[in-house]
């Protein structure tokens, strides 16, 4: 299935994913599924991810779900099952998550944030270019 992957610091972007294990290995660990927005999309994110110090990644302030740690990805969701975004969901969520967060600070329990430029990745699959030598 297409997802968008979005990981602390970087912009998202689309990968394949097939089954459990690659789902796992994307986020970390235990995936755990939330539904914080009106779509029919899941948030797919490491069920332990606050717990085993991950680095903050994005508020999703909708239904109070605060602030996720890790790398997650956002899905489709099927009757019984997660499936590939449509490309219009993909261009909704990579434009609601094209700012990198970083947490500040917590006052009473609410997070204090700051939105920063995100830094373009290289999905895994792509090899990096060489660098050019300078010319004179």
């Known amino acids: 299935m297409n997802v968008l992957v979005v990981e602390p610091g970087f912009l998202p972007y689309e990968k394949e994913i097939n089954g459990l294990d690659e789902m796992q290995k994307t986020v970390g660990g235990l ?4 539904y ?3 779509e029919e999309v899941a948030l797919v994110c490491n ?3 606050i717990f085993e110090h991950l680095e903050f990644n994005r508020m999703i302030p909708e239904r109070e779900y605060g602030g996720i740690f890790g790398t997650f990805f956002i899905c489709g969701l099927g ?3 997660f499936i590939s975004l449509t490309p219009e969901q993909v261009k909704t969520y990579t434009a609601r998550f094209k700012k990198a967060e970083v ?3 917590v006052n009473g329990g609410r ?3 700051a939105k920063i430029d995100a830094t373009p990745k290289s999905p895994p ?3 990096k270019q060489p660098r050019k030598p300078p010319t004179r």
């Open 31 to 34: 995936i755990q599924a939330i």
């Open 36 to 38: 914080p927005f009106q």
């Open 47 to 49: 069920e332990n991810g």
């Open 79 to 81: 009757e019984e099952d």
């Open 103 to 105: 947490l500040l600070a």
């Open 111 to 113: 997070p204090i944030i």
């Open 125 to 127: 699959d792509r090899p």
